[in-house]
C-alpha cells in the first residue's frame, strides 16, 4: 500500500509558535502535496513537492521531502487561529491518483 | 477564481435507494474525480475520468457506483442502492490538461443513509 500516515494525529499550539507536522510513505513517488481541510469543507491544495526536489517554500509554509525515508514534513511559521484545520499529506505514484494520509488536526489557540 | 461547484451539500436516502450526486468542474479541466471520506477517516480514492472513460477506480468502485459526464459541464456519481457503509462526504475533483497538476476540490456532498 501507498498510503500515508502522518504524525502527529492531533496538534495544539499557541498564535506564534510553529507547527510541524510528518507524513511518512511506503513505496516511490512521483510528487507529494499537502492539503488543508476546514472542518466539513472540501480540501484546499497548498503545496506540492516533486521528487526529485528536497524543499519547497510557500509564504509561511516550508516543505522538506526526503525520499530516503520515505517521508516528508509541513512546517507552518508564525501560527494564526485560522490555521485551525485538518492537514493531509497525499502522493502520487505512476498515476494521477491521489493517495491521502491520515491527516494532522491542528488547533492554533489565539 | 473558478470553482468546483457540487449539489446537494446534504442528502439524505434510505437504504436500497438510489442517489446522483452532482459536480461542475471548473470549466476548462479535463481530468474528473470523485474521493469519499467516512466521517473521521481519511480521504480515499474512487475514480478517475478522462476523455469520457474511467481511467482508473479503486476496489471501493464496484458495480454499484457509476460516473457519467451527459454534457459538457456536468460530472455526477451515481450510487444505484445505497447501504449503510455508503454514509460519507463524497468529494469532486479536477485538474486542467497536466494530470500532474494538484487537485481543486469542491465543498463536497454529505451522503447519510438510514
Known amino acids: 500500500s501507498q498510503q500515508g500516515e502522518e504524525d502527529p494525529q492531533a496538534l495544539s499550539i499557541q498564535e506564534g509558535e510553529n507547527a510541524t507536522m510528518n507524513c511518512s510513505y511506503k513505496?516511490?513517488?512521483?510528487?507529494l502535496q499537502w492539503y488543508r481541510q476546514n472542518s466539513g469543507r472540501g480540501l484546499v491544495h497548498l503545496i506540492l513537492?516533486?521528487?526529485?526536489?528536497r524543499e519547497k517554500h510557500s509564504g509561511r509554509l516550508r516543505v522538506t521531502l526526503d525520499t530516503s525515508k520515505k517521508s516528508s514534513s509541513l512546517l507552518i511559521t508564525a501560527s494564526r487561529a485560522a490555521d485551525t484545520a485538518s492537514y493531509f499529506c497525499?502522493?502520487?505514484?505512476?498515476?494521477?491518483?491521489?493517495?491521502f494520509g491520515t491527516g494532522t488536526r491542528l488547533q492554533v489557540f489565539p | 477564481e473558478p470553482e468546483v461547484t457540487q449539489t446537494p451539500s446534504h442528502q439524505v436516502t434510505q437504504m436500497g435507494q438510489e442517489v446522483i450526486l452532482r459536480c461542475v468542474p471548473i470549466?476548462?479541466?479535463?481530468?474528473f474525480y470523485w474521493y469519499r471520506q467516512i466521517l473521521g477517516q481519511k480521504v480515499e480514492f474512487l475514480v478517475s475520468?478522462?476523455?469520457?472513460?474511467?481511467?482508473?477506480k479503486s476496489e471501493i468502485f464496484d458495480d454499484q457506483f457509476s460516473v457519467e459526464r451527459p454534457d459538457g459541464s456536468n460530472f455526477t456519481l451515481k450510487i444505484r442502492s445505497t447501504k449503510l457503509e455508503d454514509s460519507a462526504m463524497y468529494f469532486c475533483?479536477?485538474?486542467?490538461?497536466?494530470?500532474?497538476?494538484?487537485?481543486?476540490f469542491g465543498n463536497g456532498t454529505r451522503l447519510t443513509v438510514t
Open positions: 497525499a502522493t502520487t505514484r505512476n498515476t494521477d491518483k491521489l493517495i
Open positions: 513505496t516511490s513517488i512521483n510528487n
Open positions: 513537492i516533486r521528487s526529485n526536489e
Open positions: 470549466s476548462n479541466h479535463l481530468y
Open positions: 475520468f478522462y476523455n469520457n472513460e474511467i481511467s482508473e
Open positions: 475533483a479536477s485538474i486542467p490538461g497536466d494530470s500532474r497538476s494538484p487537485l481543486h
